[in-house]
T-cell receptor
């Protein structure tokens, strides 16, 4: 299965600033996703990162708040913009494969103060 | 919309068996996944069912009934390291929707 390197692993940020999270995959993958996991809760899909076109966002998530880049089939970034304490969460990237299940990066634990 | 239900918590004794149920009502269905997530870590893939029946993988088995919108994950010969959250996820087209997770505590 694919191996995903996600960074940073954690960060503490001031409200009003932005943080960019990176995910690097060791092989080319078609499907790449970004999730949020709020404290004590399950995973919520933010968007699907599409190579060569704009990301597809889920209900409740918008591009201005969570801009996503996908310049090639092995790399993607998620930016959390104009952060508030409500954005404190774990952010995970994921790649899809039917045979191996969907693999997750190690996550970025974000605290906004 | 997607509705995926699983119990919040379960407790079992080391060496015992635990069954975690998952019921779902989703707009589409292309398979059901089970993941294990230890505190502070990313989810790790356990099993995938797309057809009805039982899939066995060592100490873990997963069952699916599409007509009933029902799955279960069976953990046998429980070990302390199995204490974790177990997530049921339904694939609709290419996207996964997750249940809230079941926290399993294994006691000595």
């Amino acid at each position: 299965s694919a191996v995903i390197s996600q960074k940073p692993s954690r960060d503490i940020c001031q409200r009003g600033t932005s943080l960019t999270i990176q995910c690097q995959v060791d092989s080319q993958v078609t499907m790449m996703f970004w999730y949020r996991q709020q404290p004590g809760q399950s995973l919520t899909l933010i968007a699907t990162a599409n190579q060569g076109s704009e990301a597809t966002y889920e209900s409740g998530f918008v591009i201005d708040k969570f801009p996503i880049s996908r310049p090639n089939l092995t790399f993607s970034t998620l930016t959390v913009s104009n952060m508030s304490p409500e954005d404190s969460s774990i952010y995970l990237c994921s790649v899809g494969s039917e045979s191996d299940g969907y693999t997750f990066g190690s996550g970025t634990r974000l605290t906004v103060v | 919309g997607q509705n995926i239900d699983q119990p919040t918590e379960m407790t079992a004794t080391e060496g015992a068996i635990v069954q975690i149920n998952c019921t779902y009502q989703t707009s589409g269905f292309n398979g059901l996944f089970w993941y294990q997530q230890h505190a502070g870590e990313a989810p790790t893939f356990l099993s995938y069912n797309v057809l009805d029946g039982l899939e066995e993988k060592g100490r873990f088995s997963s069952f699916l009934s599409r007509s009933k919108g029902y799955s279960y994950l069976l953990l046998k010969e429980l070990q302390m390291k199995d204490s974790a959250s177990y997530l049921c996820a339904v694939r609709d087209d290419y996207k996964l929707s997750f249940g809230a997770g079941t926290t399993v505590t294994v006691r000595a």
